[in-house]
């Protein structure tokens, strides 16, 4: 049974940083892209980083790009998103998804964690 489980999440203030991880088991994902998504409350879930299969390519939603870095560990089944200088719109449920397509759409994705909170105060 494919799980993925998100931790790292939590409550900082504005300018502050985090490290979110997602650690897949049930397969291995080594040739599967990885990607975190958003959703804040009252609105869709959206798109924020995706790293492909290898790790050597990335695309970033344009409101996190400088400020977020995703990458991952093939030898772990591991993805992470580091964010740095946080801001309050950033507050939504974290969530990590895996998929066979290096592609922003949430529909693509195959698998889901259930997600971490993320709350930045102003």
């Known amino acids: 049974q494919v799980q993925l489980v998100e931790s790292g999440g939590g409550l900082v203030q504005a300018g502050d940083s985090l490290r979110l991880s997602c650690a897949a088991s049930g397969r291995t994902f080594s040739n599967y892209a990885m990607g975190w998504f958003r959703q804040a409350p009252g609105k869709e879930r959206e798109f924020v980083a995706a790293?492909?299969?290898?790790?050597?390519?990335?695309n970033y939603a344009g409101s996190v790009k400088s400020r977020f870095t995703i990458s991952r560990d093939n030898a772990k089944n591991t993805v992470y998103l580091e964010m740095s200088n946080l801001k309050p719109e950033d507050t939504a449920v974290y969530y990590c998804?895996?998929?066979?397509?290096?592609?922003?759409?949430?529909?693509?994705?195959?698998?889901w964690g259930q997600g971490t909170q993320v709350t930045v105060s102003s």
């Open positions: 998804a895996v998929g066979r397509a290096f592609v922003v759409r949430a529909a693509a994705y195959d698998y």
């Open positions: 790293v492909n299969w290898s790790g050597r390519a990335t």
